[in-house]
């Protein structure tokens, strides 16, 4: 379709020697408004979906001791890497080693007692055999052995676990990671399973969640199954750069929010360089994925009354026409179209102000470069309400 600018006689010509009414103003529907219209775009459009993402740990511990006591020796610092089994802080351990002392102590003397029942039992055995003894006195002395063997056995029991206390009393890493910055100072009053001494988290890989919606999801659920599927997943960081790794979905929640309607996801993104950071926030994109065939129109072009989406489209008699419209997704610059436009129609991207429908038009054709439209997401990096995916 070619739109043709209209041509528009005065009328003057018509009233030419007339007086009175015949020459009061012309109205101002007679007169062509000048505008630039663009036609409708169909083409297989590139859907880049974005989000505002945060930097969570993939995985977070809370150190704490064994024991109680104070802490007396610290072989750390905030915020320094750790590696499995690196020993991080010393609790005062006086009280423990005078605990296996008194555990060693007990463990010798019962099994001095159970050495004197083991020769008393043998010698009454003896006597027994004699008929010097009853066999009442010889069962006595078997069951006294017995609970000297399980005297001994407690003793043990009670000598390990001081081992064990006095073991704890340096409390290691549970895993590798970084140290966070809360751990405690020298002289900390520590409750065994209790006092948090440090936490510990993995900086590589981390995550970055968000949310999205249930069109979203069910969009990227089948996108991630469909074979050789091409669509990447990018990080802009809040200074505008592009982080250098691309990720990975790793986590899906269960349910959608009651309130938000929206799904968090989690994506899991090398980081070498310990460049992100837990708490930090960045836009997420999703690129790679397509609308086949799909209309689109320009978002300069929509206009919104009682609830309802209109563009106005210049004819081929260069006269205005309303239509509603029904809207997909955004790209870029352009909605989706469900319905409501043809591939030929041309809608009026500037001039909009007081256009009605019927009304005569002055169009300029133009394109997609002359107006700057794009298939690209607004540079704008992060959402107002940064706490939605928390």
Same mark, same amino acid.
């Given at each position: 379709?070619?739109?043709?600018?209209?041509?528009?006689?005065?009328?003057?010509?018509?009233?030419?020697?007339?007086?009175?009414?015949?020459?009061?103003?012309?109205?101002?529907?007679?007169?062509?408004?000048?505008?630039?219209?663009?036609? &409708?775009?169909?083409?297989?459009?590139?859907?880049?979906?974005?989000?505002?993402?945060?930097?969570?740990?993939?995985?977070?511990?809370?150190?704490?001791?064994?024991?109680?006591?104070?802490?007396?020796?610290?072989?750390?610092?905030?915020?320094?890497?750790?590696?499995?089994?690196?020993?991080?802080?010393?609790?005062?351990?006086?009280?423990?080693?005078?605990?296996?002392?008194?555990?060693?102590?007990?463990?010798?003397?019962?099994?001095?007692?159970?050495?004197?029942?083991?020769?008393?039992?043998?010698?009454?055995?003896?006597?027994?055999?004699?008929?010097?003894?009853?066999?009442?006195?010889?069962?006595?002395?078997?069951?006294?052995?017995?609970?000297?063997?399980?005297?001994?056995?407690?003793?043990?029991?009670?000598?390990?676990?001081?081992?064990?206390?006095?073991?704890?009393?340096?409390?290691?890493?549970?895993?590798?990671?970084?140290?966070?910055?809360?751990?405690?100072?020298?002289?900390?009053?520590?409750?065994?399973?209790?006092?948090?001494?440090?936490?510990?988290?993995?900086?590589?890989?981390?995550?970055?969640?968000?949310?999205?919606?249930?069109?979203?999801?069910?969009?990227?659920?089948?996108?991630?199954?469909?074979?050789?599927?091409?669509?990447?997943?990018?990080?802009?960081?809040?200074?505008?750069?592009?982080?250098?790794?691309?990720?990975?979905?790793?986590?899906?929640?269960?349910?959608?929010?009651?309130?938000?309607?929206?799904?968090?996801?989690?994506?899991?993104?090398?980081?070498?360089?310990?460049?992100? &950071?837990?708490?930090?926030?960045?836009?997420?994109?999703?690129?790679?994925?397509?609308?086949?065939?799909?209309?689109?129109?320009?978002?300069?072009?929509?206009?919104?009354?009682?609830?309802?989406?209109?563009?106005?489209?210049?004819?081929?008699?260069?006269?205005?026409?309303?239509?509603?419209?029904?809207?997909?997704?955004?790209?870029?610059?352009?909605?989706?179209?469900?319905?409501?436009?043809?591939?030929?129609?041309?809608?009026?991207?500037?001039?909009?102000?007081?256009?009605?429908?019927?009304?005569?038009?002055?169009?300029?054709?133009?394109?997609?470069?002359?107006?700057?439209?794009?298939?690209?997401?607004?540079?704008?990096?992060?959402?107002?309400?940064?706490?939605?995916?928390?």
């Amino acid at each position: 379709m070619k739109i043709f600018p209209a041509i528009i006689l005065t009328a003057t010509l018509l009233m030419t020697g007339c007086g009175g009414e015949d020459t009061e103003e012309l109205a101002l529907e007679d007169y062509p408004t000048r505008v630039k219209a663009m036609k &409708v775009l169909t083409t297989d459009a590139p859907i880049t979906f974005s989000y505002s993402g945060q930097v969570i740990d993939r995985d977070e511990i809370t150190v704490q001791s064994k024991v109680s006591g104070s802490v007396v020796e610290k072989y750390v610092k905030g915020g320094q890497d750790v590696v499995e089994g690196q020993a991080l802080f010393k609790i005062d351990d006086r009280q423990y080693q005078s605990a296996v002392l008194q555990a060693e102590a007990n463990l010798a003397k019962s099994k001095t007692a159970l050495a004197k029942e083991r020769v008393d039992l043998q010698r009454d055995e003896e006597l027994w055999q004699a008929n010097a003894v009853s066999e009442q006195t010889l069962t006595d002395q078997r069951i006294a052995v017995k609970s000297q063997e399980a005297e001994v056995a407690a003793n043990e029991a009670l000598l390990q676990k001081a081992k064990d206390d006095l073991a704890d009393t340096i409390v290691y890493a549970p895993m590798s990671g970084r140290l966070g910055i809360d751990d405690v100072t020298v002289g900390t009053l520590s409750t065994a399973g209790s006092t948090s001494l440090a936490t510990i988290g993995v900086v590589d890989p981390v995550y970055v969640q968000f949310a999205v919606s249930e069109q979203e999801y069910l969009r990227l659920s089948r996108e991630e199954e469909r074979p050789n599927s091409s669509f990447k997943i990018s990080l802009t960081l809040a200074d505008g750069s592009i982080y250098p790794y691309h990720g990975e979905f790793a986590e899906y929640d269960r349910t959608l929010g009651n309130e938000t309607g929206t799904l968090i996801i989690r994506t899991i993104f090398k980081n070498p360089e310990a460049l992100l &950071v837990p708490g930090m926030y960045a836009r997420v994109e999703i690129e790679g994925l397509k609308i086949p065939n799909a209309l689109l129109v320009p978002e300069r072009a929509l206009q919104q009354l009682l609830g309802e989406t209109l563009v106005i489209v210049a004819q081929s008699d260069n006269k205005s026409a309303v239509r509603k419209i029904q809207l997909g997704e955004k790209i870029g610059s352009y909605y989706v179209v469900k319905s409501g436009l043809k591939a030929d129609d041309w809608v009026i991207v500037e001039g909009l102000t007081n256009l009605r429908d019927g009304m005569p038009l002055e169009v300029t054709q133009v394109t997609a470069k002359d107006m700057d439209f794009s298939f690209s997401p607004s540079e704008k990096i992060f959402d107002a309400e940064k706490n939605a995916n928390k």
